[in-house]
């Protein structure tokens, strides 16, 4: 029928053939589908052990928890750092709208500063978009109470509890403590990133810092139901958190417990104030640092909080230097203290004796040399020996005497002291200061006439000027090394190391340094007498200020030549001239006999070490000796 | 006609069927095509409801979507195959007209120039994933088959105009879907095997020219299939988290809103392209091998209808939508499962969007006008 319809079609044939076709392609589907099912089979049955362990792992995140830091304790148990719970502005840039306009409304009622908008942008931008950014560390009550007015106004923003690092005395410790700040780029690099996972804070200075191991703990971590994009899940929306491995609580960091104790330190502060300087006390029998001041200090919790752009380029650019700690960093010319130290070489190279006597006339001069190397004092002291020349400062007795040390003995002893090179004490940042020698000036000019030692230049070594520089540190430990006549130990601020969980105290042992070696113990007598008298004899620099002390002390005053003012640092007329001033030294130990405290300080710009930097260490061995004003 | 007198005593019409019946057949609706077809989408947003996080708003979206698309299956079978095969030439050339359109005026959308805007918008590829496979086989219906050389390379043309076209937009997935309905017709059209044979040689070096016509993220999918780990938060990702979604399901799967992977969002584009595993996941085999039976019942279905059909159009067509189907399904399983690439395709009638659904239930309603209208052919 269809045949006669179209002529030209086979219909039965075409039907037998499409018949054919159909089963074919039916074939052909049933094999493509079968090898979906065995593809099928063999995720899901031959390798579903595998999948399901991926997928597990997939889910969990480990989420890590940050350990608390340690405390850090004065010698009397007095918390001079802990951790203070403290409400911080936060904001989820994924739950702001506009992030530029609510930024400028925070800012606008003076909750975070307009400065601060890029830095804030750029953060919110780096990370994921859930995870919240913080905006100010710490918020004060007022901030907390008008911000909880406002918040309706802006999603997004929101406050939230966290340990925050409090320094409870503040300016007082902030050199000798150091303080914490958050982590930067340069430290995560440096830092174990599991140790550190989660946390936010490291030390950056001083103890905080050289202690950072063993203050900051290890973290833990517990695990979390997360999804692809590592956000935290409601545990209650399945029953996924079956079978989740157990968590592992952080490790607390150790307490540290420091030498230092803090009334002195508040004395030494207080005697300082409004100056620029630095003081350094040890205990000469151990090492141990009983007060490290650098004046003017800044308050470290501002680090530990986090400061605006304007607060910290405040501290950065203040001519004063806050930031700077002098005590440790500070390279000065030790002026006359270093006396005592070059008398003791002398004796022991013969280059002098206790007899010699030179008459001073105010000034000195090398042979064929018109230059007059002059005393601090015009007119003379007249005939002196060498321990008049001590108990006086006689500059032209050490000047006339130089040339028989030489320059290679003078170094020689003075870094016998462990002046010009570190004192390895345990808060870092330290100055390596500066004993010249021959060798160091071949090595460090270029030119051949520089290269070369003059005697002239002998000469002003031998009262702590020239290329002599020194930290207060340095000078502490040389005097502590001077109180024990030659007994030295390795300053150090740590004295224990407690574990937070089983109360466990590791005391850190006095380190015992290679003892300055005189041969004649007289020789230590005759030095020491001489400082004694620099406070207490009839004719010592500063007898007024030892006056009527109820124990034995023993001293040495410096004045130090300002030696130059960088040119681009810009100065009013008066203040410029404040600034040239002479520095004012003191070295001093007490009691004579047995020492218990060796003091060095500096009062920048102070102008003379015996009537303005002595009394500073006199109220510091007398407080610490239990005759100050306020000893109980 | 007066044997159809003599038919009409025997048509079933006649017989004392039960009312349902006898509505599916005046309706021209094939009880047995829709029984699948209603089971398969029912099973589909039974999954779309996990994989779209238990949201209520998409769920109805999509139940809506599929309203529309049996209201499009129910119209499209009203028509019978005489009229649709009058009518292909115009349809598929006004087809090729907005294909071009589309390339010059068309909306762009996610880096593809696919819209047309008519006050309504829409795809014409999506059109042409009936209208190709029509005229292949309008084109053959009254031609001695199996056909000769000049004829196939005819047909060819026919194919290979609108899949050039489409691949422009770009859209390769669509468009090798239609290049397959177009294929299918001339492979069930009765082309010699050793032709078969001859093409798929040639075929190589045209792959080759292929991809070097390809856009580079399209041979990143090809390079990723061979190696997903080079690239495991690239381009691998998706081929990895779908493994692990459907491996970590096993046998019974990790129960229904319970799959790890699709609902913590490891698994990307979890309700459309890659849903199976969304299945995988929770249902386990049992429940992927439950889709594909359905699957296989419709594709099945399809090709008895294609056998049973009247006339050639019928059947090339009939065999061209229900094998296209099967394709379909392949390659979204062997995409997701990794077999091949990663290309857009959606698992029919259970993936999230509208747009492919409405062709696909047209492409069944044809199936159901050809069986239905099968007595009333004037063969």
């Known amino acids: 029928m269809s045949a006669l319809l179209s002529p030209i079609k086979d219909v039965h044939s075409e039907r037998r053939m499409f018949l054919s076709r159909v089963v074919l392609a039916a074939v052909v589907s049933i094999l493509l589908l079968g090898l979906v099912i065995a593809r099928l089979v063999q995720l899901q049955v031959v390798d579903h052990e595998l999948f399901a362990e991926k997928s597990q792992g997939n889910r969990v995140r480990i989420e890590p928890v940050p350990p608390i830091r340690g405390l850090v304790f004065d010698r009397k148990d007095r918390v001079l750092a802990e951790n203070l719970p403290a409400y911080q502005l936060e904001l989820i840039p994924e ?60 999603p997004g923003v929101d406050f939230q509890p966290r340990l925050v690092r409090h320094y409870p005395d503040g300016e007082l410790v902030s050199h000798a403590v150091g303080y914490v700040g958050a982590l930067s780029t340069d430290d995560l690099e440096r830092l174990d990133p599991a140790a550190y996972a989660g946390t936010s804070h490291t030390g950056k200075t001083a103890v905080e810092s050289s202690f950072e191991s063993d203050l900051h703990g290890d973290a833990g971590y517990r695990h979390m ?19 989740l491995p157990f968590d592992e609580t952080p490790m607390p960091g150790a307490n540290v417990y420091l030498s230092l104790d803090l009334d002195l330190q508040r004395i030494a502060t207080q005697a300082l104030a409004g100056r620029r300087g630095a003081l350094v006390a040890l205990d000469p029998q151990n090492g141990e640092i009983l007060a490290l001041v650098s004046a ?53 190279k013969n280059a002098t004796n206790l007899t010699r006597k030179t008459v001073c006339h105010g000034y000195f001069q090398l042979p064929n040399d018109d230059h007059r190397y002059r005393d601090w004092k015009p007119e003379g002291h007249g005939p002196v020996d060498l321990h008049d020349a001590i108990a006086q400062s006689c500059d032209v007795y050490f000047y006339e005497i130089s040339g028989d040390i030489g320059i290679d003995t003078m170094h020689d002893y003075l870094t016998r002291f462990g002046l010009g090179s570190k004192t390895g004490v345990d808060i870092g940042g330290e100055s390596t200061g500066l004993v010249p020698s021959r060798e160091w000036k071949r090595n460090n000019f270029s030119d051949r006439d520089n290269q070369r030692w003059y005697h002239g230049e002998t000469v002003i070594v031998s009262i702590g000027q020239g290329y002599m520089l020194a930290t207060p540190l340095q000078l502490a430990s040389a005097a502590a090394a001077l109180a024990t006549r030659g007994k030295r130990y390795r300053p150090h601020m740590v004295a224990a190391v407690e ?8 005391m850190v042992q006095p380190e015992r340094l290679p003892d300055v070696e005189i041969s004649n113990e007289f020789y230590w007598e005759n030095v020491l007498g001489a400082m004694h008298d620099v406070m207490q004899g009839p004719r010592g620099t500063a007898r007024a200020v030892g006056f009527g002390a109820p124990y034995e002390m023993a001293g040495k005053s410096g004045t130090a030549q300002v030696v130059s003012i960088a040119q681009d640092e810009e100065y009013d007329d008066a203040e410029l001239e404040e600034r040239q001033r002479d520095h004012a030294l ?44 306020d000893a109980s | 006609m007066r044997l159809s007198e003599t038919q009409r005593m025997f048509t079933p019409r006649a017989a004392p069927l039960s009312d349902f019946g006898s509505i599916l057949r005046r309706l021209h609706i094939d009880g047995p095509l829709l029984g699948g077809l209603l089971l398969v989408c029912g099973f589909g947003l039974f999954i779309l409801y996990s994989a779209v996080g238990e949201n209520n708003r998409l769920l109805m979206n ?52 696919r819209w047309l805007d008519f006050g309504v918008r829409f795809q014409p590829s999506e059109a042409m994933k009936l209208g190709v496979p029509m005229m292949a086989a309008w084109f053959l219906h009254d031609r001695q088959i199996p056909p000769r050389i000049g004829e196939i390379a005819l047909v060819a043309v026919m194919i290979v105009v609108p899949t050039v076209l489409i691949a422009k937009q770009p859209d390769l997935g669509t468009s090798l879907l239609i290049a397959a309905s177009g294929v299918i017709v001339i492979i069930l059209a009765g082309i010699s095997f050793r032709f078969m044979l001859g093409l798929g040689i040639a075929a190589i070096p045209g792959a080759l020219v ?118 379909y399904v392949f390659v979204n399983t062997a995409m997701v499962t990794g077999l091949v690439p990663v290309v857009g395709v959606p698992l029919p009638l259970v993936s999230f969007g509208g747009t492919s659904m409405v062709t696909l239930m047209a492409g069944f309603g044809i199936l159901m006008s050809i069986h239905s209208h099968r007595k009333l052919l004037p063969h």
């Open chain 1, 95 to 154: 739950q702001v709208d506009d992030i530029d306009d609510t930024l400028n409304r925070l800012a606008s009622i003076n909750l975070i500063e307009f400065e601060d908008i890029p830095r804030i942008k750029d953060l919110s931008r780096s990370g994921p978009r859930f995870k919240p950014v913080t905006l100010k560390f710490r918020l004060t009550d007022e901030e907390i109470a008008s911000f909880a007015i406002q918040r309706p106004r802006f």
């Open chain 1, 225 to 243: 139901i997360t999804n692809a994009r590592g956000r935290q899940v409601p545990s209650d929306t399945s029953e996924l958190l079956d079978s």
């Open chain 1, 296 to 348: 003017p200090a800044f308050d470290p919790n501002l680090f530990a909080v986090g400061m605006s752009t304007s607060q910290y380029r405040e501290l950065s650019e203040n001519p004063d230097r806050p930031l700077f700690n002098r005590a440790v960093r500070g390279a000065y010319p030790p002026g006359s203290t270093i006396k005592p130290m070059l008398a003791l070489a002398a004796l022991e």
């Open chain 1, 499 to 506: 574990d937070a969980l089983t109360g466990e105290r590791r």
């Open chain 1, 586 to 629: 003191f070295i001093a130990f007490a009691p004579l006999d047995e020492p218990r405290i060796a003091v060095a300080l500096i009062v920048e710009n102070g102008e003379s070490g015996s009537s303005v930097a002595a009394p500073i260490a006199r109220a510091v061995m007398d407080a610490y000796l239990g005759f100050g004003d």
């Open chain 2, 62 to 113: 999509q139940v809506i979507r599929l309203g529309i698309a049996f209201i499009a299956m129910l119209i499209v079978a009203q028509l019978p195959p005489d009229f649709l095969r009058r009518w292909t030439p115009v349809g598929y050339a006004i087809g090729l007209v907005l294909l071009v359109l589309v390339l010059a005026y068309g909306e762009v959308s996610q880096g593809a120039r």
């Open chain 2, 210 to 327: 292929l991809w070097n016509f390809m856009q580079d993220y399209q041979k990143q999918r090809v390079l990723t299939l061979l190696n997903p780990d080079s690239d495991p938060l690239g381009a691998g990702y998706n081929i990895i988290q779908s493994k692990i979604a459907i491996g970590s399901g096993g046998l019974f799967g990790k129960g229904w809103t319970n799959g790890s992977q699709a609902q913590l969002e490891f698994l990307p584009e979890r309700d459309t392209d890659f849903i199976f595993a969304v299945l995988g996941e929770e249902f386990g085999l049992l429940g992927v091998l439950t889709l594909l039976v359905l699957y296989m019942f419709i594709i099945g279905r399809g090709l008895y209808i294609a056998v049973q059909a009247r006339d050639t159009f019928s059947r090339l067509l009939a065999g061209s939508i229900s094998l296209t189907f099967m394709v």
